[in-house]
């Protein structure tokens, strides 16, 4: 008869393992959440889905691998409802890797030559380009879609990145427009963009879940939104952050300009009810049309922080105001 052994850890409540595991998650340290999952079984499942409840992703010239194999695991563990646990995604696009050129050539005799696979790369890089081919990227990104997603992120290190060049060549753009408008989203930051697509940040602005929208260091085309047949109040936006931004086209995607606030009937394309907090940076060419959108505002408005002010030549710096009431 086989010596009985006290190696064996003791039984816990599944319940239990999870408060411990709530506790843990709270601290927002992946490394120690990697170190529970191998304690045991019981531990390693409800790790595992606060692990990947937060997706941080670079995309560089392996951004594309990066995505493959992202998919694969989420792919693999759909039985156990990790796709439908993720609730945050951030998109680093590393602007210093010229993660948009052609990737690196395989040069092994077994493949062909160098110079025939940097051939038949770029031509899957063409077919993706023509939207013939999608992307794992788009892939990622569809498969997410599912999930009860509250934050999206879209930022450029290194620079800042052309929405209209630099993307196309591994996601084309509609793939973005169903995530601003996801029914689920609470939050959206974009920076370092320019040439951002006005029309999806006025689906943005007409979200019915959004509270929180940062535009940071975006740069929009000029609008030639003309006036829709119904103005929309939005009623949940908590913090609108557009700073180092083109203030003049984002409040054009509103409805406001120069003529248009002039006359005595004016009014936006979207109102809000509940704003809370306003983040800018302004030019003195800007502060007519800000002035009266932030009147617009005031009856709600509880925090307005003013980043950079041009006033002419002339830089003032950060100015916070918080306004009480009683």
């Not at 002010?309 to 710096?317: H, K, N, Q, T």
Request: aromatic content about 8%.
């Amino acid at each position: 008869m086989a010596p009985k052994t006290h190696t064996d850890f003791p039984i816990l409540p599944q319940e239990l393992v999870e408060l411990v595991l709530d506790e843990v998650a709270g601290l927002k340290s992946p490394k120690t959440l990697r170190a529970c999952a191998l304690v045991s079984k019981s531990f390693c499942f409800p790790c595992r889905k606060y692990l990947y409840s937060d997706i941080l992703l670079v995309v560089d010239r392996h951004g594309q691998a990066r995505a493959r194999r992202l998919i694969k695991t989420l792919e693999t563990f759909r039985k156990g409802g990790f796709t439908a646990d993720v609730r945050s995604l951030t998109l680093i696009l590393d602007v210093s890797s010229k993660f948009y050129e052609s990737g690196p050539t395989f040069g092994s005799r077994a493949l062909g030559s160098r110079q025939s696979q940097k051939l038949k790369h770029t031509g899957f890089r063409t077919v993706e380009r023509l939207g013939l081919r999608e992307t794992s990227l788009e892939r990622l990104l569809k498969l997410l879609i599912t999930s009860q997603l509250t934050t999206f992120g879209l930022e450029a290190r290194g620079g800042f990145i052309d929405w209209g060049l630099h993307l196309k060549g591994e996601i084309r753009m509609e793939a973005f427009q169903s995530l601003f408008t996801h029914p689920s989203l609470k939050s959206l930051q974009i920076s370092h963009v320019s040439g951002l697509d006005n029309s999806f940040v006025a689906e943005a602005l007409r979200s019915n879940s959004l509270q929180e929208l940062a535009l940071i260091s975006t740069s929009l085309p000029i609008s030639r939104i003309t006036l829709p047949a119904v103005q929309f109040t939005n009623s949940h936006l908590r913090r609108l952050d557009i700073r180092r931004t083109s203030i003049r086209e984002i409040l054009r995607t509103m409805g406001y300009s120069i003529l248009s606030i002039a006359t005595p009937a004016f009014r936006p394309f979207v109102t809000f009810t509940g704003l809370q907090t306003l983040v800018i940076s302004a030019h003195s060419l800007d502060l007519d049309l800000l002035w009266k959108f932030i009147l617009g505002v005031a009856g709600t408005l509880e925090t307005l922080e003013i980043e950079e002010l041009y006033w002419g030549c002339e830089l003032i710096p950060y100015i916070p105001l918080t306004i009480s009431r009683s």
